[in-house]
């Protein structure tokens, strides 16, 4: 079924009406208030419930392999978590995890 130039400019602009309020909800309504240690305990935990979310796709089903797993993106994943496991530094966990791959893919393709 084929939309009409009108009705993709509606749904493009529900969408950002959308996200504002999403937003607005959040940090208008809010911003400037104290929050309470119980909200702001959770919202610790944040990015480390969102960064594997968006990597994991990456590493497991990359599109320069077509989807399939590859040895040298699996072995690059290890090394970065490893690293940053033990070095308590994210930094250099992503350094390991850059020369990993690069030298998984130079030396296995």
Do not use: C, K, Q
């Amino acid at each position: 079924m084929a939309l009409s130039t009108g009705w993709i400019w509606v749904i493009i602009l529900g969408l950002g009406v959308g996200t504002f309020l999403i937003r607005f909800s959040f940090l208008g309504l809010i911003g400037n208030r104290e929050l309470p240690p119980w909200l702001l305990r959770h919202l610790r935990y944040t990015p480390v419930a969102v960064l594997p979310g968006l990597v994991a796709p990456l590493v497991l089903w990359p599109d320069a392999t077509g989807g399939t797993p590859d040895t040298a993106r699996l072995l690059a994943a290890a090394a970065t978590v490893l690293a940053g496991y033990f070095a308590r530094s994210m930094l250099w966990g992503m350094l390991a995890g850059i020369a990993v791959l690069y030298a998984g893919l130079y030396l296995i393709g």
